[in-house]
């Protein structure tokens, strides 16, 4: 079955700790992208990827951290989580040349 | 920049009642668009897209057209059911690494 898998799908965290959200997608996708979402402002793009070893800055960039050491996976790092990053988090992947994004389940991470 | 300006909600309806929730959008260059769909505790789904202007999306019993002239993605259903109840995002991308994001209109469908 097609799909974007992320974990963990729930987290709790205290601020400054390090954490990594994992994310994988088993449609040999060259895109992927990493959104947060949050009440009244929908979803905003953190980082995104158009193939390994390339990633680039989205929207609201500012305390994460990506990497695409392969193809099927974008871990979303966040180095010293603080409140303001407490939100509802998604991956997608894209086909190249495409525009469908396929997301997955989502992580909801609670920074306290 | 791109931009998507959808109604804000929430919207309340009786079964088999007529949705409709207004999508705009501002764009540099000819973006496909679409609507996502996420049910209560759920990831978001692709409910329907369009590529083109003049372009009509449907599935489910929601329909959208993909209007150049107004700019414009108006999601619609006949009849809604309980079912349907979720939050529903417009989005368009010019570009496969990118979707640009409404704020969400949350419908809520009451037997």
């Known amino acids: 079955e097609a799909q974007v898998t992320q974990n963990p799908r729930y987290l709790i965290t205290v601020t400054g700790k390090k954490l990594t959200v994992t994310c994988s997608q088993n449609m040999n996708h060259e895109y992927m992208s990493w959104y947060r979402q949050d009440p009244g402002l929908g979803l905003r793009q953190i980082y995104y990827?158009?193939?390994?070893?390339?990633?680039d800055k989205g929207d609201v960039p500012e305390g994460y951290k990506v990497s695409r050491k392969e193809k099927r996976n974008f871990p979303l790092i966040l180095e010293s989580p603080s409140p303001n990053q407490t939100s509802l988090y998604f991956c997608a992947s894209t086909r190249e040349g495409g525009t469908e994004a396929f997301f997955g389940q989502g992580t909801r991470l609670t920074v306290v | 920049g791109n931009s998507v300006t959808q109604m804000e909600g929430p919207v309340t309806l009786s079964e088999e009642a007529f949705l409709t929730i207004n999508c705009t959008y501002t764009?540099?260059?000819?973006?496909?668009l679409f609507w996502y769909v996420q049910y209560p505790g759920e990831g978001l789904q692709l409910l329907l897209k369009?590529?083109?202007?003049?372009d009509k999306g449907s599935n489910k019993g929601f329909e959208a057209t993909y209007r150049k002239e107004t700019t414009s993605f108006h999601l619609e259903k006949g009849s809604v059911q309980v079912s349907d109840s979720a939050v529903y995002f417009c989005?368009?991308?010019?570009?496969?690494?990118?979707?640009?994001f409404g704020a969400g209109t949350t419908v809520t469908v009451r037997a």
């Open positions: 764009a540099t260059g000819y973006p496909s």
């Open positions: 989005a368009l991308s010019e570009w496969g690494y990118k979707l640009s």
């Open positions: 369009a590529t083109k202007a003049d």
């Open positions: 990827s158009m193939n390994v070893e390339v990633t």
